[in-house]
């Protein structure tokens, strides 16, 4: 079998060595989401093991090094999830990896346990195995089943994926994400992108051509996304976020408000919020706020910064939560929709109501009135839906 190494082959394998030297660099990487940086860098090296064994079978090489032939095979299962597991820890910033993520590798698993025995062949069976498979008139059973299992897996993924990408696009557009989630948004949407490419890309091979000439094409495709993930962590690491500490000592240090100015305002301020309710108010505002209470705008809004350190929505919303939870569980307001609690208590729209408040309590507000349903007379376990 004549072995050669053609210009798709070095451009591939320069792809899976910039992956090693990448999946090396975020190993190293201390700060931000490490995480995140594991997530990609298992990535990255998944992608370089997947090419490096594309250009082995295609160049034939893989007669030259038997040992290595179908390492590769197991680790095309292992795209999908770290795809989104890694989108879901960026937007997420979740710091943990929990014993329920290790479900999405079980594919992988057991193509490596399906391809055991051939790894523990001797040199000449696998030779004679491979020789069998590239003298085949047509691929064999087990080339179209990890064909289909693989397109089917990653299909199910960039569904996934593009369903949190939408949730999150929203969330982001309502202004409800971090600085950090924001600066994140650019590398979510590249990522499900080029999924959807590399995904389209093998189904087109499969269909029209699976020779050995185009064997390369898909493969060379995800050596450009090492490359541009490369780009990207250049272009943009991942925030350094300062403490809010130190940015309201920064952001305030030309104010004249005094320590005992900024006390006897945030008395006020409370004794007011808990009176007079101004936060069922939907369009409250901290400058209409502060002309209620007669201070001036950018001390009251100091106030809230420094001495509850919350943003004037936080604080808002804190308040609007509290009332929510309060009507929710009186019997008094059984017979109100939860928009209309919502909407009663200051929120504008449903979708800011939920999402606030599941960050609040980590439950809906749904959920959270079920758990009182047997308390409230007449009341039923499946109270109106938003």
Known sequence: MKVSLNLLAILNLLGAAQGLLLTLALLKVKRGNRTANRLLAALAITISVVVTGAVLVTTNYVFVFPHLSRLHQPFAFLGGPLLFLYIG???????TFTRKN???????????????????????????????????????????????????????????ITAILFKYSQTVRRGEATIE???????????????????????????????????????????ILVYAMCYLQMIRPEPVIESKELLSVKKYEKSRLTPERSQRYLKRLI??????????????TV?????????????????????????????????RIDEAKRRLRDPAFKHLSI????????FNSKSSFNAVFKKHTHITPSEFRNQYADVIPGSTRHSSPI
Request: aromatic fraction near 14%.
């Open 89 to 95: 820890t960026l937007i997420t910033n979740k710091k």
């Open 102 to 160: 290790f479900l999405h590798f079980i594919p992988f698993a057991l193509c490596l346990i399906y391809l055991l025995p051939y790894y523990f062949q001797g040199r000449a069976a696998k030779v004679a195995s491979l020789y069998a498979e590239f003298y085949s008139q047509t691929p064999g059973g087990w080339y179209y089943t990890r064909s289909a299992i693989f397109i089917i897996q990653l299909l199910s993924y960039l569904i996934a």
């Open 181 to 223: 989630n924001k600066g994140n948004l650019f590398k979510v949407r590249f990522f499900a992108i080029a999924g959807v490419i590399l995904w389209a890309g093998a189904i087109l091979r499969l269909v029209l051509d699976s020779t050995s000439e185009t064997n390369l094409l898909v493969p060379l495709g995800a050596s």
């Open 271 to 284: 004794e007011f919020m808990e009176n007079q309710k101004p936060y069922t108010n939907g369009n409250l």
């Open 287 to 319: 400058q209409k706020l502060a002309e209620e209470l007669s201070i001036p705008t950018a001390h009251l809004s100091q106030t809230i910064n420094e001495q509850l350190g919350q943003s004037f929505s936080e604080f808002l919303n804190s308040y």
């Open 339 to 346: 928009l209309g609690i919502a909407e009663d208590v200051g």
